[in-house]
Each structure stands twice: as structure tokens, then as C-alpha cells.
């Protein structure tokens, strides 16, 4: 017992445990959870993980121009730049509040952001 008095430390334990398994559940819905992200006025459309993974990607024909090849590589990354945006913004709106209440604010180790 603390000076003080009243700290259980079993239930600290316990709460930290749940916050701990909470953060897990997050982690994993996050993982599966796809997002997209487009450029070129929808042109290019790529598919990520709320973590972060490509998934997919789609090109538009009206894109591709055999003889500017640059320009239809700048569209690809910036859709998948757009789309692991989306999915830092989604992790961020989903985890956030479970790290802070660990104590993080968003810097546990791990996390996206």
C-alpha cells in the first residue's frame, strides 16, 4: 500500500491489462480496415490497410500515356500518399484516445503517428 492510502494496485494492474487488450482489438480492426486514397481526379485510386499496407490499385486507361510514363508514376504515389494520409488520420482518430489513456498521446512505440 502507498502512503496515501486507497491505491490498489491489482485493479491498476487489471485496468491496464484491459487497456492494454483494447489497444490490441484497435490495432488488428485498424489492420484490416481498408482505405483509399485517389489523384488525378480519381483517376488513380490506390487501397490501403489502415496500417499502412497497399492493397490496391487502380489506373484509369484514360492515365496512361506511353509517352509521359512520369506523370502516370506521380499519380500513382500521390494517390497511395493520399491514401496513407487517410489511413494515419483513421489510426489517429482510432487509437489516439486508447494511448493517451496509457499515457503515450501518440507516442507509444509502434503506433502510426
Known sequence: MF??????????????Q???????????ELAETPVEGSAG???VKATVTGSG???GLVIDP??????????LADLVIAAVRDANNAA??????????????????GGLPGLPF
Do not use: F
Open 3 to 16: 502512503p496515501g492510502g486507497g491505491v490498489d494496485m491489482q485493479q491498476l494492474l487489471q485496468q491496464a
Open 18 to 28: 484491459k487497456m492494454q487488450q483494447d489497444l490490441a482489438a484497435a490495432q488488428q
Open 41 to 43: 481526379g480519381g483517376l
Open 53 to 55: 499496407e497497399l492493397t
Open 62 to 71: 484514360r492515365a496512361v500515356d506511353p509517352e509521359d510514363t512520369e506523370t
Open 88 to 105: 494515419q488520420e483513421l489510426a489517429k482518430e482510432k487509437l489516439g484516445p486508447l494511448a493517451q489513456g496509457l499515457g503515450g498521446g
